[in-house]
């Protein structure tokens, strides 16, 4: 499989990420094992997850996607087979959170112990800390490079202004830069990245690693009324698509799919996949038999028409 390089990174990568926030949520262990194990059997290397994965599962604190992959490594002894990216800031327990010098030493010691491993790929600032001086978090993670322990920085949930700000400081004072964005993008969420941001990562060849890719499972088709969300984990996060506009993206997806003999989550992923600025969407899958979907969508090239009316379909209104 052909590997992309992930902005101006030392890190080649495969066309699609597998998301890992499920691990410990709508996946057990078992699961999860086997899903990683098909997913690198495909030839694909690129796993995303994150410290706080999956706190907001009840009876979860934080720290379980991690540990679901650290202890597979572990298992498998492949640790040199994956490229492994994941995240710090966000809450994980009273005082716990942020990008400060002080925090991120923390937070890199805990998610080495969970994953097994003693380096980072790709370590991500998981939003803005507004509160944390720029220049502080960047030199914390230059630290973190001289040590061996990160190879990579991205960041994720950023603002353009405050990502361009950051990669002035990076080249002014000759810290790391950010290599990788992860903004909220999918056929249903254009607003937040196009525009300003996807400009700037394509003018300063930041990679991008959207989430949400599959639009919480809506760009697969599996909901097309009230009725299908329910009972579902991820079905309440899908029901603001369910209108006109949502429901008009969904027709150009099948009709297009029709013609490739493919799912509308495939074509969904092949559109991003597709776009210059991206580098590699993130797409989750529960079961085998969506991984071999997911994988599958990385073989569609889709064609300048095929493209174009999904455009249409989904532009802003």
Same mark, same amino acid.
């Given at each position: 499989?052909?590997?992309?390089?992930?902005?101006?990174?030392?890190?080649?990568?495969?066309?699609?990420?597998?998301?890992?926030?499920?691990?410990?949520?709508?996946?057990?262990?078992?699961?999860?094992?086997?899903?990683?194990?098909?997913?690198?059997?495909?030839?694909?290397?690129?796993?995303?997850?994150?410290?706080?994965?999956?706190?907001?599962?009840?009876?979860?604190?934080?720290?379980?996607?991690?540990?679901?992959?650290?202890?597979?490594?572990?298992?498998?002894?492949?640790?040199?087979?994956?490229?492994?990216?994941?995240?710090?800031?966000?809450?994980?327990?009273?005082?716990?959170?942020?990008?400060?010098?002080?925090?991120?030493? %923390?937070?890199?010691?805990?998610?080495?112990?969970?994953?097994?491993?003693?380096?980072?790929?790709?370590?991500?600032?998981?939003?803005?800390?507004?509160?944390?001086?720029?220049?502080?978090?960047?030199?914390?993670?230059?630290?973190?490079?001289?040590?061996?322990?990160?190879?990579?920085?991205?960041?994720?949930?950023?603002?353009?202004?405050?990502?361009?700000?950051?990669?002035?400081?990076?080249?002014?004072?000759?810290?790391?830069?950010?290599?990788?964005?992860?903004?909220?993008?999918?056929?249903?969420?254009?607003?937040?990245?196009?525009?300003?941001?996807?400009?700037?990562?394509?003018?300063?060849?930041?990679?991008?690693?959207?989430?949400?890719?599959?639009?919480?499972?809506?760009?697969?088709?599996?909901?097309?009324?009230?009725?299908?969300?329910?009972?579902?984990?991820?079905?309440?996060?899908?029901?603001?698509?369910?209108?006109?506009?949502?429901?008009?993206?969904?027709?150009?997806?099948?009709?297009?799919?029709?013609?490739?003999?493919?799912?509308?989550?495939?074509?969904?992923?092949?559109?991003?996949?597709?776009?210059?600025?991206?580098?590699?969407?993130?797409?989750?899958?529960?079961?085998?038999? %969506?991984?071999?979907?997911?994988?599958?969508?990385?073989?569609?090239?889709?064609?300048?028409?095929?493209?174009?009316?999904?455009?249409?379909?989904?532009?802003?209104?």
């Amino acid at each position: 499989m052909e590997k992309r390089r992930l902005g101006q990174s030392s890190l080649q990568v495969s066309p699609i990420t597998f998301g890992c926030n499920v691990f410990g949520w709508t996946t057990d262990e078992k699961t999860s094992f086997a899903l990683l194990d098909a997913w690198l059997d495909a030839g694909f290397n690129f796993l995303d997850t994150a410290d706080v994965y999956s706190r907001w599962h009840p009876g979860n604190s934080g720290g379980d996607s991690e540990m679901i992959i650290g202890k597979w490594l572990k298992t498998r002894g492949n640790r040199d087979k994956v490229i492994l990216a994941t995240k710090l800031g966000i809450e994980m327990a009273p005082g716990k959170k942020g990008l400060s010098r002080a925090y991120m030493r %923390q937070a890199v010691e805990a998610s080495l112990r969970r994953l097994q491993t003693d380096y980072i790929d790709l370590y991500q600032s998981h939003r803005d800390d507004p509160e944390t001086p720029i220049e502080e978090t960047l030199s914390s993670y230059g630290d973190l490079i001289k040590a061996g322990t990160v190879r990579e920085i991205g960041a994720s949930n950023f603002s353009a202004e405050r990502l361009a700000e950051a990669l002035k400081i990076s080249e002014e004072k000759g810290l790391p830069r950010y290599q990788s964005l992860q903004p909220h993008y999918s056929l249903v969420e254009r607003t937040e990245f196009e525009g300003k941001l996807e400009e700037l990562c394509l003018a300063r060849k930041v990679g991008v690693i959207g989430y949400y890719s599959l639009a919480s499972g809506f760009l697969t088709g599996k909901y097309r009324s009230r009725a299908d969300t329910e009972g579902r984990a991820r079905g309440s996060r899908a029901e603001k698509y369910l209108n006109d506009d949502g429901f008009g993206v969904l027709a150009a997806l099948d009709e297009v799919a029709k013609r490739y003999e493919a799912k509308p989550g495939q074509i969904a992923i092949a559109w991003l996949i597709a776009r210059p600025s991206v580098t590699a969407p993130i797409a989750s899958a529960t079961n085998l038999e %969506q991984l071999a979907e997911l994988v599958a969508a990385a073989d569609i090239a889709l064609d300048a028409e095929s493209i174009e009316k999904i455009d249409a379909a989904s532009k802003p209104r």
